[in-house]
């Protein structure tokens, strides 16, 4: 089974600041990695597929890179909204996801 | 609009079993393959159960193996997970989720169901 691992597991920004995510696969996943926001008593959304693609409807201030075994989220001007779980799932073997981030906006 | 809409869940015995429904529309729901998500209290999301569109190949996480059964009926646009054996460990919000195309992410979630397995 392929373990993601993300860093921080918190992270506490304030609005207008830059919040970089962490997500790191046990084995190569090539490009086959999305990102997920979930806010408490919300369903997940998904923000980006294929590591750096964007998903409808997402704002811009959303972007994401990598390939492999290491991949980066990036929130530039964070929001208040923004204030969720993170989460990483790769897609080549299986479904797995990460422990997730917190993010929390001061 | 793609709507999920789950049912079936609830309170449940140690042992027992339940059996989750998912009504899909909005979408070619024949089309794409199909997953059961869940997120225990404080937990991370832990995949569960896939199948494919046309319901010949499913997967389990190796927690579920042997206990859980997921099936699809095209006819109807829903997805069923049967529970069995069910324990403590089960409880959790199950979200049924649909797979943007094969080897992408899910691209759209159910609202969540809680089951709570307890005595």
């Known amino acids: 089974e392929i373990v993601l691992t993300q860093s921080p597991a918190t992270l506490s920004l304030s609005a207008g600041e830059r919040a970089t995510l962490s997500c790191r696969t046990s084995?190569?996943?090539?490009?086959?990695l999305a990102w997920y926001q979930h806010k408490p008593g919300q369903t997940p959304r998904l923000l980006i597929y294929?590591?750096?693609n964007r998903a409808a409807g997402i704002p811009a201030r959303f972007s994401a890179s990598g390939s492999g075994t290491d991949f980066t989220l990036t929130i530039n001007s964070l929001e208040p909204e923004d204030s969720a779980v993170y989460y990483c799932?790769?897609?080549?073997?299986?479904?797995?996801f990460g422990q997730g981030t917190q993010v929390e906006i001061k | 609009e793609v709507h999920l809409l789950e049912s079936g869940g609830g309170l449940v015995q140690p042992g027992g079993s339940l059996r989750l429904s998912c009504a899909a529309s909005?979408?070619?729901?024949?089309?794409?393959?199909m997953a059961w998500v869940r997120q225990a209290p404080g937990k991370r999301l832990e995949w569960v159960s896939a199948?494919?569109?046309?319901?010949?190949?499913?997967w389990y996480a190796d927690s579920v193996k042997g206990r859980f059964t997921i099936s699809r009926d095209n006819s109807r646009n829903t997805l069923s997970l049967q529970m069995d054996s069910l324990g403590a460990e089960d409880t959790a919000i199950y979200y049924c989720?649909?797979?943007?195309?094969?080897?992408?992410?899910?691209?759209?979630w159910g609202q969540g169901i809680l089951v709570s397995v307890s005595s």
């Open positions: 199948i494919n569109n046309n319901g010949a190949a499913t």
């Open positions: 909005g979408f070619s729901f024949s089309t794409l393959g």
């Open positions: 799932q790769q897609r080549i073997s299986g479904w797995t």
């Open positions: 084995q190569s996943v090539s490009s086959f």
């Open positions: 989720a649909k797979e943007q195309g094969y080897r992408l992410p899910f691209d759209y």
């Open positions: 294929e590591a750096s």
